[in-house]
């Protein structure tokens, strides 16, 4: 069936440091690719999509790219901050129903 | 800005007992979603719905039960609350193909 990775769990960097988060996918259709970010306390709100068509997202700061070769999709920021510190995850998506990975804890050290 | 609320926010339930989750939109969406989080499994799909009186089962349905009264309303149920049903629910609203929406959860805790 469809499915996400997210192989790193946790992620803690420092603030200016370089931010990547990679993520691969398995679908049989044509996928809408989307990154989620969750605060503590709330619900996760969506931080970037990416379409086959486009394959490039940007949003606040962050970049998201995906390969249909490798099936993979990847987050990036140039200089993290303090107020990045949060769960991202990689979603899979096709007509509003979400199949989300397992999520990456960013933890900035100030 | 979109709503989507969900009550109660947090709830201690017994093993056995019945169980009943809420959420409300003020989006005016068609869809409605109920998803589970659990640690290192992200957010699993367990119902959803798409038009009133209507429900569709998602990935992990099993021990659950969904009602959509309205399009503003959409309940899922535990008859029989188990251990293995603690964790932290979200409802979420969207129109179809477009930004989905969620509630801030509501934390199950079965004892």
């Known amino acids: 069936g469809d499915s996400v990775t997210q192989m790193q769990g946790q992620v803690t960097l420092s603030e200016d440091d370089f931010l990547f988060i990679n993520c691969t996918y398995s679908?049989?259709?044509?996928?809408?690719l989307f990154w989620y970010v969750q605060y503590p306390g709330e619900g996760p709100q969506l931080l970037l999509k990416?379409?086959?068509?486009?394959n490039k997202g940007i949003s606040r700061g962050f970049e998201a790219t995906y390969d249909k070769g490798t099936t993979s999709f990847h987050l990036q920021k140039a200089s993290v901050q303090e107020s990045d510190s949060a769960v991202y995850y990689c979603?899979?998506?096709?007509?509003?129903?979400?199949?989300f990975g397992q999520g990456t804890k960013l933890s900035i050290k100030p | 800005e979109a709503a989507v609320t969900q009550s109660p926010r947090s709830k201690v339930a017994v093993t056995g007992g019945k169980v009943t989750l809420s959420c409300h939109q003020t989006?005016?969406?068609?869809?409605m979603y109920w998803y589970r989080q659990d640690t290192g499994h992200g957010l699993r799909l367990i119902h959803y719905?798409?038009?009133?009186?209507?429900?569709e089962k998602g990935d992990i349905p099993d021990g659950y039960k969904a009602s959509r009264p309205s399009q503003e309303n959409f309940s899922l149920i535990l008859e029989l609350a188990s251990l293995s049903q603690t964790a932290v629910y979200f409802c979420?609203?969207?129109?179809?193909?477009?930004?989905?929406?969620f509630g801030k959860g509501t934390r199950l805790t079965v004892v």
């Open positions: 979603v899979l998506g096709n007509q509003g129903k979400l199949i």
């Open positions: 989006n005016n969406h068609d869809y």
């Open positions: 679908t049989t259709w044509y996928p809408t």
């Open positions: 979420a609203s969207s129109d179809r193909n477009t930004e989905v929406f």
């Open positions: 990416v379409t086959t068509a486009n």
């Open positions: 719905s798409y038009v009133a009186d209507s429900t």
